[in-house]
């Protein structure tokens, strides 16, 4: 889709990827609260798809469609930040969650149950699952906290490995390696729900019916992979940190 100057066609674009927007925004939603529309996901999409064909360049060595989705999911999680739509105390129980998550895997090197996390909370059962149905849609913004204090997002820091330092490439390899063993090491039921949606792109219904359980009990699992994984990860990206400081200090 170029002009006969070799660019790339910007209308053309626009209308061939509108539908890649809606499809994202879709899946998007299968993971958000009601009060949150589609058509704003939409909207925002579709600011990231052109954003997208401002940025693109050939030389980066992805395709198009690679890339926009990228732009066009980062556009759309953006737009649900600056709504800071998920309650302060939610986001603060979930941090609670992260952390018990990593210090309990490390005390146990295994990945603990959901009874031994409420317990490490002080909170029942009940209550823990239920704090795992409150964060429906937290789990959507797990990279936020990967940006630099100048807010450089992730996306933008590793979507190109032109420019890229060997040091560099060492920090993205490790992020990488966390999150490939973080889902390795999900409880197997959760490990499945996660390929369920990832790859094979079941909504959270079908998923409850392949494994017999109530979509809300996807929910809380697809919730409870998703802070397991951030511990992993964000646990990954402080140890980079330090190192990083400490080759500077």
């Known amino acids: 889709m170029y002009t006969p100057a070799g660019q ?13 927007v809606k499809r994202i925004a879709h899946h998007l939603m ?16 579709m600011i990231g798809l052109l954003d997208a064909i401002g940025r693109y360049e050939s030389g980066l060595g992805a395709q198009f469609e690679t890339y926009a989705t990228q732009r ?22 979930l941090r609670r969650v992260e ?22 909370l002080g909170m029942p059962l009940a ?19 990967f940006s630099e204090e100048e807010g450089e997002s992730f996306l933008d820091r590793h979507v190109s490995d032109d420019d890229t330092t060997p040091l560099q490439q060492l920090e993205e390899q490790a992020l990488r390696q966390a999150l490939v063993e973080g889902i390795d090491a999900l409880p197997e039921r ?9 790859e094979e792109e079941l909504n959270l219904r079908e998923i409850g019916e392949v494994l017999g359980v109530t979509e809300s009990r996807v929910c809380q699992l ?9 511990a992993r990860v964000l646990g990954e990206e402080g140890k980079v940190k330090k190192t990083k400081k400490g080759r500077h200090g």
């Not at 697809?222 to 951030?230: G, M």
């Open 72 to 93: 066009i999911r980062g556009a759309m999680l953006d737009g649900l930040r600056e709504n800071d739509w998920l309650p302060r105390g939610i986001r603060r129980e």
């Open 190 to 198: 959760e490990k499945l729900v996660m390929a369920l949606y990832y």
């Open 99 to 120: 952390k018990a998550l990593h210090q309990l895997e490390h005390a146990q090197g295994r990945s603990p149950t959901e009874l031994e996390l409420a317990e490490a």
């Open 222 to 230: 697809h919730s409870q992979a998703i802070a397991r994984l951030r």
């Open 8 to 20: 790339l066609d910007r209308e053309q674009l626009i209308q061939h990827f509108a539908p890649l």
């Open 127 to 145: 209550d823990y699952q239920r704090l795992l149905l409150e964060a429906r849609g937290h789990q959507i913004l797990y990279f936020e906290d």
């Open 30 to 45: 299968a993971r958000l609260p009601a009060s949150v529309q589609v058509d704003d996901l939409v909207q925002n999409g």
